[in-house]
């Protein structure tokens, strides 16, 4: 099975219809969407509507952000920018789309024999895995071979041979991954909408679960636009410059 890997979109519309166009040039058979569609970002609607399209052979869980504008979680613990952003966001979300993204699933989900998606850790959905500690956590104590994980935006590789842990940041504007069967891998998209590596291009996957080979790709898109529609709708202004730099 050939897998699209979108995740944290975060209401960039501009750069999630940019990823949707280039990856129609791409062969694949079912999405994976590792949450966050909503937060930050000025257009909620028109991300959720997409991935509301995406269906049927398309399988999503929810990200903390998610949790926060559908009301699941208070969003004690994010900051005020954060929470602007997130109360902004259910206040602007279509009824039918609210109650989408509060009907998320959490994660991890099985999609196939040997592959699960969640947001954060599968371990903790809220949790980040940055660090070989973070992963040697998650890798003693859950045996599922292949997770795909967001949270960070930050595209990266955890894997484990034997006793071997590696870590590795997937830099560039493509690259491929060949899984070794005997491995057990934690593989991060990045973030479409708010990309936090200082690249500010979009970032997805595609994963071809039968050859064990994982692409992963950057491409820039309208920034200017996303900015300029952040702006207009009033939410703090960081949101916009932030996309600028990658930060």
């Known amino acids: 099975m050939r897998y699209l890997i979108l995740s944290d979109m975060h209401a960039n519309w501009e ?13 694949y058979e079912a999405v994976l969407v590792l949450g966050d569609l909503v937060g930050y970002g000025a257009a909620p609607n028109q991300v959720v509507d997409a991935v509301r399209r995406m269906g049927p052979r398309l399988y999503t869980v929810r990200g903390n952000h998610d949790k926060v504008v559908a009301g699941i979680d208070s969003g004690g613990n994010f900051n005020q920018t954060a929470l602007t952003a997130a109360q902004w966001t259910t206040g602007r979300l ?5 109650r989408y993204v509060r009907d998320l699933p959490q994660g991890p989900m099985k999609v196939e ?4 998606i969640c947001h954060g850790s599968p371990l903790d959905e809220d949790t980040y895995v940055f660090s070989d500690v973070d992963a040697w956590e998650i890798f003693s104590r859950y045996e599922t071979p292949v997770t795909f994980f967001g949270h960070t935006h930050i595209p990266s590789l955890f894997w484990l041979e034997g006793k071997l842990l590696g870590v590795k940041a997937l830099r560039g504007t493509s690259g491929r991954i060949v899984l070794s069967p005997g491995g057990r891998y934690l593989i991060n998209p990045g973030s479409i909408g708010q990309p936090r590596d200082r690249d500010p291009r979009a970032s997805y996957m595609i994963y071809d679960s039968k050859k064990q080979v994982v692409t992963w790709y950057r491409i820039p898109y309208a920034i200017g636009e996303s900015q300029a529609r952040i702006r207009k709708a009033g939410l703090p202004n960081s949101l916009a410059d932030r996309l600028a730099v990658g930060a």
Do not use: S
């Open 15 to 27: 750069a999630f219809e940019t990823v949707l166009r280039r990856a129609r040039r791409k062969r």
């Open 113 to 116: 024999e040997g592959v699960a």
């Open 94 to 98: 279509t009824p039918g789309n609210l």
